[in-house]
């Protein structure tokens, strides 16, 4: 189930200090290799736009569940990347489109510059949006 | 007014812990290292002086300029004025009626492809530019290009970095009204040689004009001795502040061209049946202009000459060949513009990381650089790369600061392979 990912995610991340996480992130990217996402699927329209270095996400639904495979040039990217897919997939619909910004600034926890947590709220939208569902937007007051 | 000049005597030998004492957030640190800030080719850092000439304006002397018949704007207009005189003086300008200022460079250069290419330049003319430009010495001229039929030539680049005259020259003809070129590449660190570049381009007939965004902060500039018909710098990446560029023109060409914005400030007189226009520098004014930052360019120009460009040009030179071999001595190091007549930006690429990674490690050891296209991606694709890690180089970096930087560099390698 992946919100148990997503709970492990956040609980080794809160346990982590700020260079800890960084190398926690490089260690996710590390252990991605190539069947994870393979060559083929990174064509421009598997391409988010508008990020930095290169990413690209496919979505597949099966059984009323969402699930994601994502990939990036960049190593620590891909980390982020590996983190979001894993935490977000095997969700319903319904479950896709609860998830908040809130949620993805706990996978952040001021490890990475400002810019990294627009990128990975980019991703969070893409991920509903390949779900067919509305995008999280910033609730009044946040 | 605070319009101070350190009472450093001005000598060929730059005392660089001197310097980084007037510049304050230089003792700053980041992630609990202390700061290397190694990306003043984006923007540079400000020293006390012209903070302190900003703000003895904010707080004894600020009004708006050119209007309002009260003390205060008489003396923020003088001031104002002042600082377009030593903007003159600096490029060795004739007069400071050719200096106009604008936001930036971007708009130094839209206002002249605008307003002198609209007037002057008509369909299957040309306007050359390099491969090593940035987009905001690319973008104005396609724009002018979509509306008037102009025809965009690119000049090369070796793969070294070199522009070689020859090979400009080969595209020079009777078609060429304008050549638009860096004076010094930001990526690359190229530095173009532009009085030959004025010459042949004037010897075709063309006018000439030069992005000295970065040169200029290596200077000296002198706008007559190279003959320039335009030439634009930035404030900002002079330790000056951001907001304010400056677009210099020879006066008879300012005053042939029609206005680009139109608004208060910029005009003779006004009415419905139409209106007529001040002459140059106030005819590119239009509405309110960056008041304090010109007094802080004013500040910063003061600045960087009392330091002297001798001893800048002479630190510089060291600290770019001292990066050049501590960079070059790391395995899979690949730096990306050797040209033989660079300025102390190094940008480079190691073999199997990607530029963002390498550039997010280096963060974390409390070093600052740039990473990406550079806003050149004409220039990454000439050259089949993605984006560089770009360190450029200041008046107030060290050889230590270098050795940093050079070790950060090893432990990305370590982290990420």
């Keep these: ?142 | 007014m605070a319009d101070t000049v350190s009472d450093r005597p001005n000598s060929s030998v730059l005392d660089v812990e001197a310097v980084r004492r007037d510049f304050p957030i230089l003792s700053e640190t980041v992630y609990g290292k202390p700061l290397v800030f190694m990306d003043s080719g984006a923007s540079a850092q400000k020293p006390r002086q012209v903070i302190d000439a900003m703000r003895h304006c904010m707080e004894h002397q600020y009004s708006n300029v050119h209007r309002g018949a009260h003390y205060l704007s008489a003396a923020t207009t003088d001031a104002f004025e002042q600082a377009r005189d030593r903007v003159a003086q600096f490029l060795n300008a004739a007069s400071p009626d050719e200096i106009i200022f604008t936001p930036n460079v971007t708009a130094a250069i839209n206002l002249v492809a605008h307003a002198y290419g609209r007037a002057f330049l008509k369909a299957g003319d040309e306007v050359i530019v390099s491969e090593m430009e940035h987009h905001a010495n690319i973008v104005p001229w396609q724009l002018l290009a979509e509306a008037t039929g102009v025809v965009l030539r690119v000049a090369p680049v070796e793969d070294d970095g070199s522009f070689r005259i020859e090979r400009f020259a080969e595209l020079l003809n009777d078609r060429t009204k304008l050549v638009s070129i860096t004076h010094c590449s930001n990526v690359l660190g190229t530095n173009v040689p532009a009085k030959e570049v004025a010459r042949l381009a004037h010897a075709a007939g063309a006018r000439v004009m030069f992005d000295g965004a970065q040169a200029v902060v290596h200077g000296p500039v002198d706008v007559r001795d190279i003959d320039a018909d335009f030439y634009g710098f930035t404030a900002h990446k002079l330790y000056g502040p951001s907001g304010l560029g400056v677009l210099y023109g020879k006066l008879d060409i300012l005053n042939s061209m029609p206005p680009f914005l139109g608004g208060g400030d910029m005009i003779d007189k006004v009415s419905f049946k139409g209106s007529t226009f001040k002459e140059a520098p106030h005819r590119f004014e239009a509405g309110t202009p960056a008041i304090v930052e010109a007094i802080g360019l004013h500040a910063a120009i003061n600045y960087v000459a009392d330091i002297g460009f001798d001893a800048i040009r002479a630190h510089e030179a060291g600290l770019r060949d001292y990066a050049h071999e501590r960079l070059s001595a790391i395995d899979g190091m690949r730096l990306i513009g050797t040209a033989p007549d660079k300025a102390a930006i190094i940008s480079f690429l190691v073999d199997g990381l990607h530029p963002y990674d390498v550039a997010a490690v280096l963060d974390r050891q409390g070093v600052a650089c740039r990473v990406g296209h550079h806003c050149a991606e004409p220039l990454m694709d000439r050259l089949g790369i993605i984006g560089t890690v770009r360190a450029t180089l200041a008046m107030y970096n060290t050889k230590a600061e270098i050795d940093v930087l050079g070790e950060a560099i090893e432990k990305a390698k370590k982290m990420l392979s």
């Design chain 1, 1 to 142: 189930m992946a919100r148990e990912e997503y709970e492990d995610f956040a609980e080794a991340l809160e346990a982590l200090d700020d260079d800890m996480r960084f190398e926690f992130l490089l260690d996710l990217a590390k252990k991605q290799d190539a069947s994870d996402f393979p060559e083929e699927w990174k064509t421009d329209a598997n391409l988010m736009h508008g990020c930095m270095s290169k990413v690209w996400l496919v979505h597949e639904e099966r059984e009323g569940r969402h699930w994601f495979r994502g990939a990036s040039e960049a190593a620590i990217v891909k980390g982020l990347v590996h983190m979001m897919v894993q935490s977000f997939s095997g969700l319903t619909s319904e479950e896709i489109r609860a998830i908040s910004l809130d949620d993805v600034r706990r996978l952040n926890l001021g490890a990475l510059t400002f810019q990294r947590q627009v990128g990975m709220m980019a991703m969070l939208k893409q991920i509903q949006k390949l779900a067919g569902q509305p995008v999280a937007r910033e609730t009044a007051g946040a």
